[in-house]
């Protein structure tokens, strides 16, 4: 089947540390993997995503490569900001069925 | 215009109350979505309208009873709820090309007492 393993939280940094936030997935066939971000209390937002193998993608200093022979979508940042404090899903789908599978979320928490 | 926008924000409704939750875009999206979210959950799919038509029911109790008046509107019509039922409940909506995201909106809070 079809699923999505994230690591598990909270994380908690300091300002300016290194962020990586470990996503792998299981897929049958080839999926178009995602990262949303929510902040407390909103809903998703896209934060980036990649379509096909060895793709980055990029956005807000985040960013994480499509790894298809690790099946990985690791989400890294350089230097993290107390305004990045969130909860991060790695997600991937399919086309066909409009089926998006969500992983289950890591809390990151960045203090000053 | 890239908003998915959700009515109410909040809801409190008793046991017996009938309710209806609702959620619009403009985007031209073809593909409409309801989720349920529970506090530190990821969320957890409910229904999939692809062209107005009902595509996926995820096993969802009757109690929940969706609807796509339009390509534009969702409507998720709640009725004898129970209190484990209360959540953030997520509408998205995607086109139906490869390789495309999702676009949510902020959410309903329900609470069920």
């Given at each position: 089947?079809?699923?999505?393993?994230?690591?598990?939280?909270?994380?908690?940094?300091?300002?300016?540390?290194?962020?990586?936030?470990?996503?792998?997935?299981?897929?049958?066939?080839?999926?178009?993997?995602?990262?949303?971000?929510?902040?407390?209390?909103?809903?998703?937002?896209?934060?980036?995503?990649?379509?096909?193998?060895?793709?980055?993608?990029?956005?807000?200093?985040f960013?994480?490569?499509?790894?298809?022979?690790?099946?990985?979508?690791?989400?890294?940042?350089?230097?993290?900001?107390?305004?990045?404090?969130?909860?991060?899903?790695?997600?991937?789908?399919?086309?066909?069925?409009?089926q998006?599978?969500?992983?289950?979320?890591?809390?990151?928490?960045?203090?000053? | 215009?890239?908003?998915?926008?959700?009515?109410?924000?909040?809801?409190?409704?008793?046991?017996?109350?009938?309710?209806?939750?609702?959620?619009?875009?403009?985007?031209?999206?073809?593909?409409?979505?309801?989720?349920?979210?529970?506090?530190?959950?990821?969320?957890?799919?409910?229904?999939?309208?692809?062209?107005?038509?009902?595509?996926?029911?995820?096993?969802?109790?009757?109690?929940?009873?969706?609807?796509?008046?339009?390509?534009?509107?969702?409507?998720?019509h709640?009725?004898?709820?129970?209190?484990?039922?209360?959540?953030?409940?997520?509408?998205?909506?995607?086109?139906?090309?490869?390789?495309?995201?999702?676009?949510?909106?902020?959410?309903?809070?329900?609470?069920?007492?």
């Amino acid at each position: 089947g079809n699923s999505v393993t994230q690591m598990e939280g909270p994380v908690t940094l300091s300002e300016e540390a290194f962020l990586t936030i470990n996503c792998t997935y299981t897929a049958t066939g080839y999926p178009s993997l995602f990262w949303y971000v929510q902040y407390p209390g909103e809903g998703l937002q896209l934060l980036l995503k990649a379509t096909k193998a060895d793709d980055k993608g990029s956005n807000k200093g985040f960013e994480a490569t499509y790894r298809k022979e690790t099946t990985s979508f690791h989400l890294e940042k350089g230097s993290v900001q107390v305004s990045d404090s969130a909860v991060y899903f790695c997600a991937l789908s399919f086309r066909t069925g409009n089926q998006f599978y969500f992983g289950t979320g890591t809390s990151l928490t960045v203090i000053p | 215009d890239t908003e998915v926008t959700q009515t109410p924000k909040h809801l409190v409704m008793g046991m017996t109350n009938k309710k209806s939750l609702k959620c619009e875009q403009h985007m031209g999206h073809r593909a409409m979505y309801w989720y349920k979210q529970k506090a530190k959950k990821p969320p957890e799919l409910m229904f999939v309208y692809s062209y107005e038509k009902l595509s996926i029911n995820e096993s969802v109790p009757s109690r929940f009873s969706p609807e796509c008046p339009n390509s534009s509107l969702l409507n998720l019509h709640l009725h004898a709820l129970q209190p484990e039922d209360s959540a953030l409940y997520l509408c998205a909506s995607s086109t139906d090309r490869e390789n495309t995201e999702a676009f949510f909106g902020q959410g309903t809070r329900l609470t069920v007492v």
